[in-house]
């Protein structure tokens, strides 16, 4: 009896030291799936690295100093200068903003770079804002003409000096449609001949009016007031003194110094040798009950010293000689027939 109970004691302190060794050994986990039970292992992360410190009151993302000492001294604009935007208002006399107006901004750009151009549109209540405006750039403003409004600019502005663009108004024109015929000093058509119309009036864009074969042109649309009326060719004609009214039917009959006579003639000098490369000049000036009429020629004398010019009008005309180490010879022309020639002899300057 007294040996059992030792067994029994014997084996209560083994299972003990079992229990013990179990106790002091880290399993693995059983997997969920099959234990039927959902458990969620706790997660340990590793702390956060320290940010790097940084100056006083400087923003963690602005840019670093660059060490490369050559960048100081190029001339390209600041980058953080660029994108400015300029705010504007564009209306009438009355202070209407005006909607729909097309504002242009146009710079030279950098270092001899390509113009840069920008633009903007306003709106309804005529507002405007052009981005992309470089301090110390200068720009030139340009609203061209639109709808019954005359055009407008400002040669030079800059994002410093942009006071102008605040308050834009815009000079109302009253538009009128003319037409008419172009002839010459005999009242004979001039077909196919083309000048150019500018108001002296209001800014408004040169427009070109072209007469057909019967020499019948039309304009549309130009600006009541004064006109000028010329032409763009070596060959120069100009009218003056035209005014538009404003709601008025207007038919113009313009007169210019065409015609049928033929002027030719010899420059030489005192001793009669020819003289080459001459300039020689012809002006006429006439008036009518609306307007005057002015045209300018210009040629050359050929290697034998010969001029002619053709298609004149037969009024009386200046005749002007132009010779280098030569005196210059200025002298009234009158027409005596439908070709007349002249024989000029300079004097050497003295």
Same mark, same amino acid.
């Given at each position: ?13 083994? !299972? ?16 969920? &799936? &099959? ?28 840019? $670093?100093?660059? #060490? ?15 994108? =400015?935007?300029? +705010? ?12 729909? =107006? ?5 710079? +030279? ?7 840069? +151009? ?27 003409? $639109?709808?019954?409004?005359? !055009? *407008? ?10 006071? !102008? ?6 000079? +109302? ?25 500018? #108001? ?8 070109? =009016?072209?007469?057909? #074969? ?18 763009? /060719?070596?060959?120069? *004609? ?17 007169? =210019?110094?065409?015609?049928? *006579? ?45 001029? &002619? ?13 132009? /010779?280098?180490?030569? &005196? ?23």
């Amino acid at each position: 009896m007294q040996s059992f109970r030792t067994g029994v004691m014997i084996g209560a302190v083994a !299972a003990s030291a079992l229990a013990l060794l179990l106790l002091a050994r880290s399993p693995e986990p059983v997997p969920a &799936e &099959e234990t039927g039970i959902t458990a969620t292992a706790p997660q340990f992360k590793a702390p956060a690295p320290s940010p790097e410190p940084r100056p006083e009151n400087k923003p963690a993302n602005a840019p $670093q100093p660059v #060490s490369d000492s050559s960048s100081a001294d190029t001339d390209e604009p600041d980058a953080d200068a660029a994108g =400015i935007s300029l +705010r504007g208002w564009v209306g009438n006399a009355t202070g209407t903003g005006l909607e729909g =107006i097309e504002i242009e901004a146009e710079s +030279r750009g950098f270092d001899g770079e390509d113009s840069v +151009r920008l633009s903007a549109t306003s709106n309804n209540s005529g507002e405007f804002e052009l981005l992309n405006i470089v301090p110390g750039q200068p720009y030139k403003l340009e609203i061209k003409p $639109q709808a019954s409004y005359a !055009a *407008y600019s400002v040669d030079s502005f800059t994002a410093e000096t942009a006071d !102008a663009l605040k308050k834009i108004v815009l000079q +109302r024109v009253d538009l009128v449609d003319v037409e008419g015929m172009i002839v010459d000093t005999n009242l004979a058509p001039v077909g196919d001949f083309e000048l150019s119309v500018r #108001s002296l009036a209001v800014e408004f864009p040169d427009r070109v =009016i072209r007469s057909d #074969s019967t020499g019948y042109f039309k304009l549309s649309a130009f600006p009541a007031g004064e006109i000028r009326i010329a032409t763009n /060719a070596s060959d120069y *004609y100009r009218i003056k003194g035209l005014e538009l009214q404003p709601d008025k039917y207007h038919n113009l009959t313009l007169m =210019i110094d065409r015609g049928n *006579y033929h002027l030719s003639g010899w420059v030489g000098d005192d001793n009669g040798a020819p003289l080459a490369q001459v300039q020689v000049t012809l002006k006429s000036a006439f008036a009518t009950d609306g307007y005057h009429s002015y045209s300018y020629r210009s040629t050359i004398t050929d290697d034998n010293g010969a001029f &002619e010019f053709d298609q004149l009008g037969g009024q009386p005309m200046t005749l002007g000689i132009y /010779a280098r180490g030569f &005196e210059s010879l200025i002298q009234r022309h009158q027409f005596e027939s439908f070709s007349d020639r002249v024989e000029i002899r300079l004097q050497p300057q003295e």
